[in-house]
């Protein structure tokens, strides 16, 4: 290959025909080479013929393509660019020349690699630019492990021809290494081992012609998808959660998502049998339950409150099913940390009042106190899972993490459900209030910041309680308990205030 040019352009020509194992020439000026030219040049992977382009080059050397990244300049000595592309095509030399398309015989390509596997994307000179970026929407679409299913199959083929080399035998090869080709998944061709390649062999020269052996593999294949239900409201489901929920055999539910939700299985469902001191036991008993469902074939969905990775055991269960050598799908979900106090009118950050947020849990492993985080003025903090602990965690955090007692709360529950419920009252009294409407509906959390008081009405009290926030109808109270406002109203999330 030869390449005329001393700039990026020349460079990544370079890089891609030493990627294909050609030899690669170059003329160039080394004074005005790219850093990454001189360093191919020093490293004697290119071969620098000069800093000026001669005809007498294409009669002392034989060249199978070039490429002219330059259409002006000094290393063409008296000729044009017409003029070298014409002594190139009078040698019978193809020649690209970057951004002369008319002067091309050839074009390149925006090539994706993973190992033996290449994807090439041409716009045939006319936006190069613009192939780049088709070829990483079609690499980001490609299943993860693509390179490993390809070289698996490759190692495959040849196991297959060298126990069964006869020319007679080259259709049915063909024709078998076809259904797997077609009907295995990528993910199960990438993870075969050694073991899994001699189970098949022995199974070629058992099976006549194989095609039902692989139907039956594929048709046993199952799957696990950890899917966040988000707060509650299926309208908030991600179109990926809801596919996933209708295409399942069997969901294991959270026995807190809410019904709602609940309803759009279709299929068997299981709700988790967790209650106090049983949680433990009842993820086991989930593990295990999926465990045998996949490998009857069967589409699991574990349905998780919120978010699978925010307080949701997921990450535990990826594990799990990683020791199975299985690799579950996982569809990220609404938080209520972030959906909740959004719902109720409360921004987590807002200027000159809160430059960030923190999201904790009231309630370590072995239902455990949880470590408590010290005070921050400009900070809002979201507790999950702190409501059955509310008085102690009050207590503590005024107590031992410097919280001021009049500081803002608001527990919310049942986030973006019907009955919606939103209390409010300062650090040392939310206990109390909450009692006094008739303790917790789980689920719930408590938000504890001056945030909570950027978006209130004029008229709302600082204690109080606003039900079935979803539709806006109930009433506001002060602390003398004399209603301030109530009514009902659209949801409209872009308004916060309209829940006051």
Known sequence: MLIIGDN????NRAFSCLEADARVFLIANPDRMCPELKY???SHQVILLGS?????????????????????GNLFGQLDIDSVVKHFRQHRVPVNVSDQTRLCDFFMTSTYRDQSLQVSVSTNGQASKLSNRIRRHIASTLPPHLGDAVRKMGLLRKKIRASDPSSAASIRRMKWLAQICE??????LAQLSDKDMNDLLEAYHHDEGYESSVTSNDAREGSITLVGAGTGDPGLLTVAAHQAIKEADLVLSDKIVPEEVVALVECELKIARKFPGNADAAQEEFNELALKAIQQGKKVVRLKQGDPYLFGR??????FFRKHNIIPRVIPGISSSVAAPLLAGIPLTHRSVASQFLVTTGTGAQKSPAPLPTYEKHRTDVFLMAIHRLEAITHDLISKQNYPADIPCAIIERASCKDQRVIYGPLSRIASILERCGGSRPPGLLVVGHAIDVLKHEN???????????????????????????GSNLLQLHDPESIY
């Open 8 to 11: 990026s352009i020349a460079a």
């Open 460 to 486: 709302k009290g600082t204690e109080g309680v606003v039900a079935n926030i979803v539709t806006y109808s109930g009433n506001m109270k002060d602390k003398q308990g004399e209603q301030v406002i109530s």
């Open 52 to 72: 000026e382009f001669n005809s007498n080059v294409l009669t002392s050397h034989t060249f199978d393509l070039a490429f002219i990244c330059c259409s002006t």
């Open 314 to 319: 997921g990450g535990e269960e990826v594990l």
């Open 183 to 188: 009907y295995w998944s990528m993910e199960r």
């Open 40 to 42: 191919r040049v020093e």
